[in-house]
Each structure stands twice: as C-alpha cells, then as structure tokens.
C-alpha cells in the first residue's frame, strides 16, 4: 500500500490546485469543451456533464466588482447578485470569461431580474423555479424545467443527451458526494481536526475540480490521512473549543472573517456548514435506479433553500446535523438585503431554541469594515455558550 501523505501536505496541495482552477477551464476550452456558468446548486450538474461539458461555478463573492456592477444595480441589492453581475460586467471572473452560456433559475427576485441584464453579456437561460418543494404541480413543473433545458443544452450545442451519458454524470456526481460527505464526517471527531476554514478549502476545490478522479482520489487520501494521524494521537486541534455549525447565505472569500472570527479570535471551531456548497448541496444523492430525468430533477427540487415557501427541510437538516457533528451553537450568516435568509432567521431561531441550541445571527456584507463588530459579538456569543 502507498504511503499516506500528510494531511498538511495534501492541504498544501489542494490550495496550489485551487489557484490553478482557472487555467484548468481554459485549457478544457481550448480543447473544444462545452463550459456552462451556474451561480446555484439548483442547477443539474448533470445535464452538462452528459454532453462532455464542464460546469463553472461563476465567481460572486467579493466587494471588488460591486462598485461596477452599482452602475445598473441599486445599492441595496444582496451583495452576492451584485458582485455576480459586476463580475461579468468588468470580465474579472475567468469562468465566466471562458463560458459559452450561463445557467439561472428564478430563486430569489433580485437574481432572476439580474439575469436579464447578464442576458446581454452571454446567453442565460433561466430554470422556472417552483415557489415550493410540496405538491405534485411543483414537481412536474421542475420535471418539465428540467426537460426545457435538457433541449436547450442540446440545441445550444448540437449534441444530443442520452439516458447512458446522464446515468455515467449521475454516478460521476453521487461518488463527489459520497467522498465530500466522508470528507465532512472526519469533523465528528472531537476535537475536530479541522478548522473551519479548511472544511471550505476541501469543499472549494471540489467545486471546481470538474470531478476529476484525481481531485476525487486527493480528498479520499485527506480523510484517511486525518483518521489515521487521529489514530496515532497526532491531532491538530486544540481541546474544549465550543463546536459551531455555520448556516445560511452561500459563503465565500469574504465571508472568511465570520469563520475567523469565530475560530481565530473567539476561540471555537467550527465543524460543519449547512450552507450551499457544503452539507446543503452534498447531503442528498441522485437515485441511481430510477429514470435519469426524473431522478435528476426530483434530488434537485428538494434542496433546502429559503426561495422555497415553507422550507422544513432546512430545520430537518439543522437538527440532524447538530446531532451528529454534536453542535454547542449555530451561526446564522445573513447576507444584507437578502429577505429570504432574513425572514427564516426567526424559525430558525425558534426551532433551535426548541432542541436547546444557542443561536446567533449576523447581517454583513463583502466588505471587511465590520470585522471588529462580528469579532465583539461572536467572542460574546461563545462565551455565552
Ligand atoms: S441559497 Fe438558494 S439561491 Fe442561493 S445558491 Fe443556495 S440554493 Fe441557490
Ligand atoms: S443570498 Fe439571498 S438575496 Fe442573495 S442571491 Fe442568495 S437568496 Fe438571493
């Protein structure tokens, strides 16, 4: 058997690799690669990865590009949607410079307006989300979406989608998930081997990986580095930190000062993300037995986001998750001018309290001005736990 690398050799690892994502994508271009910019996890992964294209998770979480992005956006707009667009419009993103069409769906109402002016940068087609996950109206909505863009990939490119091609995408795309699922897990430990910091690092390169069994067979050869050094006693973590689940709005580069604020200057750890991009998006598989576009599109309806009306899978996901990652609180990153978050806030709360979780809200944006502000609450809110 090979010998194991380190687990700080093979993070060390995943950040050259990630940095190197770009030329990745360019590369695939130029050999002639479809190449699909999504902003959400709404998006059938899928559909794209059965005709040989790659999917680009198109950049949307920096304070740089928003001043640009102001000039047709109102300002009091989510910062996500507004860096999303001033990304494009200043062609600061090289996955969106390298994609041929851009995928949306009508989540929130500031995004799905947006897309009508990124429509003018590239070609978007945009999914009709359902309002709600209930009902059969919902799902044969969401089925017939999925068949709309099925045809629309299709004809965009000239490349038919066949059953085969989507079940290899499935399968393809159910191991990403099982090893990022494993990957999470190594967490449950306690301590936790991780920082929070580094769970969004693994999860990152993932995304950007296009699923290739070498980023695959890197993230297997981690968790069982990080097992077996635990097994050796050799762990990386201090003892007693109070462990933090983080939910809420997608995170990003610029979210990072909530998770050092958290682990950095407060002094916890954090050991699990419901957020997309992490638990929220891996959790669930795609069922390999059934129909390929019926099972794509009803793993996909049911994601748990605050666009859906009611969302109980959110408060299902935090209990189990609190469970088994044995949670002391839940931080609540809210996105400013982002309603849907906002609203939920207080069910969420409500429901936490009922399981005895302390809970903690922060509203921020991209900019880093508040840094000392989160800092101040978190270390209270730590120290309260
Ligand atoms: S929070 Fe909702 S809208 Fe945002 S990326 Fe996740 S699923 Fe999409
Ligand atoms: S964070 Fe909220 S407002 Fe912003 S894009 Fe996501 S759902 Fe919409």
Redesign the pocket.
Known sequence: MATLRSSRALLDHIADESLAAPVRVKEAKERGAPVVGTFCVFTPWELVRAIGGISVSLCSTSEKPIAAAEAHLPRNL?P??KASYGFALTDTCPYFHFCDIVIGET??D??KKMYEYLNRLRPVHVMQLPQTTEGESARALWRAETERLKEVIESFYGRAITDDALREAIRLKNRERRVLNRFFAVARLDPSPLTGLEILAVSDYLKCSMASEEALGVVEELTEALEEERRRGKGREAEGRKRILITG??LGKSLHKVIRAVEEQGGGAVVAFENCGNLKSSTDLVDESRPPMEAIADRYLHIP???MSPNPRRLEFLSRFREEYAVDGVVDVI?Q?????AVESFSVREHLKGLGIPYIAVETDYSQGDEGQLSTRLNAFLEMI
Do not use: E, M, N, V
């Not at 001018?337 to 978050?341: L, N, S």
């Open positions: 989510c996500l949607i989540t929130c500031g995004k709005c997608p986001c605050s666009c996105l001018a982002c309603h849907t978050y």
